[in-house]
Each structure stands twice: as C-alpha cells, then as structure tokens.
C-alpha cells in the first residue's frame, strides 16, 4: 500500500482533533467537555448540555435563558414544508422523511460551508436544533395520517416534541412531566459520541465546504442503519421476534452461529470493550420509568434475561461484548408511546446536537481540509478497450 496504511472502517485512524467529547472504551468512561456523562444526566437539562456542547462550558442561569429563548424562537419551519411532507409515500420510514427534509433546509438558508462568521455558526447551530423536533414530529404525524401541530414554545424542548407528536386540534394535551424527564435524560445520554458514523459522515460531507444543512442530513443518513442509531428499532423487533423467555436460548444459539447472520441488537460497540456508561444508566433509568409509569412490560424481562445470559456466555465474553446504549433505549421510548419507527428519529434530534457542534467546530478550526481517503485497488490491471463488435 505504499505510504499508506490499510485501514477498513477506520478502527485506528484518528480522523480529527476535537475537544468536545472524550471517551475511554476499556474503562468505560464518556465525557462531554471534561464532564462525566452520569453527573450531566442527573444534575442538568439537554439544553444546558446542548450548551455546553456547543460552547465548552455549563451555562449559568443567564447564559442558559437566552440559549433556550433563542431555541425557542426558531422552533417553526417553513410553512412550504407541509407539501414536502405531503409528497411522501403513506408508508415512507420517518428516517426518511428527516433525511429529505433537513437536507431541504439548505435550500431555505444559503450557508456555506465555508462560514467564518461564528454568529452565523450560531444561528445555524440553533435553527437545527430547534427544528428538528418539528422535523421528526410532523414525520410521525405524516406517517400517522393526523395534521401537523406547530410547536408550542411555552413548553420546554422535550415536552414541545411529546406534545407536536401526541396532540391533535380537537382535544386538549397535557405533556406527563414524567415522559419529558425520562426524554430529557435519554438525549442528554445521545448528544454526543465523538467520530461514530453519522458524525464523521457529517464531518466528511462538510468537509468539502458543503451546506451544513445539507452535512446534517447526511449525518441523518449515516444514522439510519441498525450498525448504528437504528439499532433501537432493531432491539424491539428482535424482542418481538424472540416473543417470549423460553426463546432466549434458542435465540442465542442462532447469534452465535455465524452462518445465521443474526446479531444480538443493542450488544457491542466499536469502542466500548468493556461497558458503555449509557447503558447502565439507561438501564436504571428504564426501571425507573417503567415503575413511574406503572407500566408492565414484558419485554423488559425478556431483555434482562438476554442480557444475563448474554453477559455470562462465552461467545460475548471472549468479544468483549456487553449492552450498548441501545439496548434499553427503545423500552423507555416504548413505554413513552413512541412506536417503534421513531426510535431512530429520537435518536437523530439528541445527535443533532453533537453534529452541528462538530461542524462548527471543524469549520471553526479551519481552514477546511477535505475529507479524501485513499483505497487499496484490487481491480484489472490496465488493458486496451476492444471495440462492441469484436467483444
Ligand atoms: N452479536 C453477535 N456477535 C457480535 C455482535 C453482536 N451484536 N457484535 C459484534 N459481534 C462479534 C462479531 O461477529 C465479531 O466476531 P468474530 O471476531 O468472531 O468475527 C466480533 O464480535 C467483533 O465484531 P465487529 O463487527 O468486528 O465489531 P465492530 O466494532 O466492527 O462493530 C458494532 C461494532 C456496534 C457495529 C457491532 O457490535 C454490532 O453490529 N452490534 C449490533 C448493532 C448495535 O447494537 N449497534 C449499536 C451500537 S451503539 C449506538 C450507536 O452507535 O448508534
């Protein structure tokens, strides 16, 4: 390979500098800015987190009302966008209505990649995090035939989204304080995750000095597949597909028979080899809400009896496997009424904020370096093209 260094899916290449997250995947430790990711969840709100973010530093009480005033002010879109959202099939994935739909917004901001106004940075930072609540809920109300409802900015970020997601003109809603709180801790816990997929895909894509509208719907996109944000749904599916606890067994010999294909959802991760800190919060925060909402659910047995028995089986053990962040995720947005294809939406309106904190970031940085990786060529060495007629 010459000078370079073969290296598929990036798993020792260092792709930027950055000083928004740190992780230490043997001691499982997460930190946004310096601070740990449990000590965040219990004491602040996303928006605080969203801030520190986006800024490096907690917000004081100041600094934090006019941030939230800002998100506030820019939570409606485009009224255009409702025949956008129109123009979907009746059973398009909401993921791709948000891939459509975010990607569109550059056609409303003209930015440039190449912004190197931070108060444009700003602006930008806030629109996105502002609307994508709206994005996602007006998805799911495409999705489930029922009209659009504007955002309510005298609620806060997570009881705006339950509530565009869940009300309908015709009777009055009131949000549960304790499905925003439990949504509120579930976003804090997604902000951020430095160079995942979907991050890079967005810092790769703004790279090129593209419209960072256009950066966070790749990023979108990158987050879809169940490898990475859209292992939510693909946990629930699999709790559906298992169906009761006799099953488990059965289930995990098929996992660990690599002909089958099937992978245990919500189990490993890339840098986590030992256990990912969101997990066991979520995990905690999963009994928590359950019992608050004094919900039974089945499926959270059976996903606990797949853990215990996953954490004490030699395939996983030898692999270093152990529950990611998503493995309870979907339980609680189950539990929150969320059907099953939002749950990656979820996921894309608490990552937006660590996506647009790295662009600003890597644009900030500047000067842009494109993102252009090199290959190893196993194709036909160079031969002479022979005519159509004499092939
Ligand atoms: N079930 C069964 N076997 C697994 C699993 C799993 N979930 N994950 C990894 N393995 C095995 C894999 O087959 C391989 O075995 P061997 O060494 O015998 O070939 C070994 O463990 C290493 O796996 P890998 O695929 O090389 O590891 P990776 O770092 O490339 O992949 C991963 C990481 C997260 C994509 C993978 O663990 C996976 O597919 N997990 C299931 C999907 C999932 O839960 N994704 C969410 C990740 S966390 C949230 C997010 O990023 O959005």
Redesign the pocket.
């Known amino acids: 390979t010459g000078a370079f260094t073969y290296d598929p899916?990036f798993?020792s290449t260092c792709s930027t500098k950055s000083a928004i997250t740190y992780i230490d995947g043997d001691e499982g430790v997460l930190l946004y800015r310096g601070y740990p990711v449990a000590q965040l969840a219990q004491h602040c709100s996303f928006l605080e987190v969203a801030y520190l973010i986006l800024n490096g530093e907690l917000p004081n009480k100041t600094a934090l009302e006019t941030f939230d005033q800002s998100i506030r002010r820019h939570t409606m879109i485009n009224e255009g966008l409702k025949s956008f959202f129109n123009g979907f099939h009746y059973d398009a994935h909401p993921m791709a209505m948000l891939t459509g739909v975010v990607g569109s917004l550059s056609g409303f901001y003209h930015d440039t990649g190449n912004n190197k106004d931070p108060r444009h940075r700003e602006i930008f930072a806030h629109r996105m995090i502002a609307k994508i609540p709206t994005i996602a809920a007006a998805a799911y109300k495409k999705y489930y035939g029922q009209p659009f409802m504007y955002p309510q900015n005298h609620l806060d970020y997570c009881s705006n989204l339950l509530h565009m997601m869940f009300a309908v003109p015709a009777e009055p809603y009131h949000v549960d304080p304790i499905a925003a709180k439990a949504l509120d801790v579930l976003f804090i816990l997604h902000a951020d995750?430095e160079q995942?997929?979907?991050t890079s895909t967005v810092r790769m894509a703004g790279s090129t000095g593209t419209n960072p509208y256009a950066a966070i719907s790749a990023g979108i996109a990158a987050?879809w597949g169940?490898?990475?944000?859209?292992?939510n749904e693909?946990?629930l599916n699999m709790l559906d597909e298992i169906g009761d606890v006799k099953n488990v067994q059965g289930f995990m010999d098929k996992?660990?028979d690599?002909q089958s294909g099937?992978?245990?959802?919500?189990?490993?991760?890339?840098?986590y080899k030992n256990f990912?800190p969101r997990a066991t919060i979520i995990r905690e925060e999963c009994h928590k809400v359950l019992k608050a909402l004094k919900i039974d659910d089945p499926k959270l047995e059976l996903a606990m009896k797949l853990e215990e028995i996953a954490l004490n089986d030699d395939?996983?053990k030898a692999?270093k496997?152990y529950p990611?962040?998503?493995?309870y995720s979907g339980i609680i947005y189950k539990a929150l009424g969320i059907p099953v294809n939002m749950f990656t939406p979820m996921?894309a309106v608490a990552r937006t904020v660590g996506w647009v904190a790295h662009w600003s970031e890597m644009v900030g940085d500047g000067p842009l370096k494109i993102a252009r990786p090199r290959q190893v060529y196993t194709g036909a060495a160079e031969r002479n093209v022979v005519p159509v007629a004499q092939r």
């Open positions: 899916g798993t995750h995942n997929a979907s987050l169940p490898a990475h944000g859209g292992a693909a946990v996992v660990k690599k099937v992978r245990l959802m919500g189990f490993g991760h890339r840098v990912d395939y996983f692999r496997l990611n962040v998503d493995f996921f």
